[in-house]
């Protein structure tokens, strides 16, 4: 039997990425989305949640050791900050995005029409699940020169500005500093159960959008800035 599409695909992919596996079924369970096997009436253990968890937790561990080499001189905290930014949704959505993970990607027919493989959440799970794929498959050293040639640019841009910065506050200062007034805070949607919620999060000015933020909680979140965020109008006089 031949290949399928999404197999030619991933075959293509890691040709790109110049990996060689040694188990191309664990790759192919890592694009393998649960809309997908739903419709096939397939169980859920066959596609790549599990390996989302597990990569999950072996970026952040790179991420981690990453910033504790980089920055010696710089605190707890601030050392926080950089990599909620660099694990989040949006930081991982963009990678998948940037170097086209989501093309070999199985999902169910009502989830492609909708638009999944452009839809955040689904593309930084892919980053992961990839990534648990490289671990249990080539081992840590490889899973992690993978993150890192991803990952390393924005690492050295926020660790030499204040990107990593609380996002609300600096916004918050900048407009009061240039209009003397408070912008607007109002979330837009959730999803998720309760112990586990996605926030999205929109501030306004006098009723014009200028930024959207996503994250695990209304406070910590990645904001995602409008336009509008560096021309905020100076009060007249």
């Not at 060689?20 to 739903?38: C, D, E, G, V």
């Not at 601030?78 to 990678?95: D, P, Q």
């Not at 992690?144 to 990952?151: A, E």
């Given at each position: 039997?031949?290949?399928?599409?999404?197999?030619?695909?991933?075959?293509?992919?890691?040709?790109?990425?110049?990996?060689?596996?040694?188990?191309?079924?664990?790759?192919?369970?890592?694009?393998?989305?649960?809309?997908?096997?739903?419709?096939?009436?397939?169980?859920?253990?066959?596609?790549?949640?599990?390996?989302?968890?597990?990569?999950?937790?072996?970026?952040?561990?790179?991420?981690?050791?990453?910033l504790y080499?980089?920055?010696?001189?710089?605190?707890?905290?601030?050392?926080?900050?950089?990599?909620?930014?660099?694990?989040?949704?949006?930081?991982?959505?963009?990678?998948?995005?940037?170097?086209?993970?989501?093309?070999?990607?199985?999902?169910?027919?009502?989830?492609?029409?909708?638009g999944g493989?452009?839809?955040?959440?689904?593309?930084?799970?892919?980053?992961?699940?990839?990534?648990?794929?490289?671990?249990?498959?080539?081992?840590?050293?490889?899973?992690?020169?993978?993150?890192?040639?991803?990952?390393?640019?924005?690492?050295?841009?926020?660790?030499?500005?204040?990107?990593?910065?609380?996002?609300?506050?600096?916004?918050?200062?900048?407009?009061?500093?240039?209009?003397?007034?408070?912008?607007?805070?109002?979330v837009i949607?959730?999803?998720?159960?309760?112990?586990?919620?996605?926030?999205?999060?929109?501030?306004?000015?006098?009723?014009?959008?200028?930024?959207?933020?996503?994250?695990?909680?209304?406070?910590?979140?990645?904001?995602?800035?409008?336009?509008?965020?560096?021309?905020?109008?100076?009060?007249?006089?």
């Amino acid at each position: 039997m031949g290949l399928d599409e999404s197999e030619i695909l991933l075959d293509q992919l890691l040709q790109e990425f110049g990996i060689k596996p040694l188990n191309i079924h664990i790759y192919r369970q890592a694009m393998t989305h649960s809309s997908f096997l739903n419709e096939q009436g397939l169980p859920s253990w066959e596609g790549n949640e599990r390996l989302e968890f597990l990569g999950d937790a072996v970026i952040g561990l790179v991420v981690t050791e990453a910033l504790y080499q980089h920055y010696p001189e710089k605190r707890e905290g601030e050392l926080s900050k950089i990599k909620s930014v660099l694990v989040s949704r949006a930081t991982l959505a963009g990678c998948s995005r940037e170097i086209g993970l989501s093309r070999p990607l199985k999902l169910g027919i009502g989830e492609t029409k909708s638009g999944g493989k452009g839809r955040q959440s689904i593309l930084a799970a892919i980053f992961e699940s990839f990534v648990g794929a490289l671990y249990l498959d080539l081992g840590f050293e490889t899973a992690r020169d993978y993150i890192l040639r991803h990952l390393e640019p924005s690492m050295q841009r926020l660790g030499e500005s204040d990107t990593a910065q609380d996002d609300k506050s600096r916004l918050q200062e900048m407009i009061q500093r240039r209009t003397g007034q408070i912008p607007r805070y109002r979330v837009i949607r959730s999803e998720g159960p309760d112990h586990e919620k996605w926030f999205e999060v929109e501030v306004s000015l006098r009723g014009v959008t200028l930024a959207r933020g996503e994250g695990s909680s209304k406070k910590k979140r990645r904001t995602e800035f409008g336009p509008q965020c560096t021309s905020v109008p100076r009060p007249a006089g």
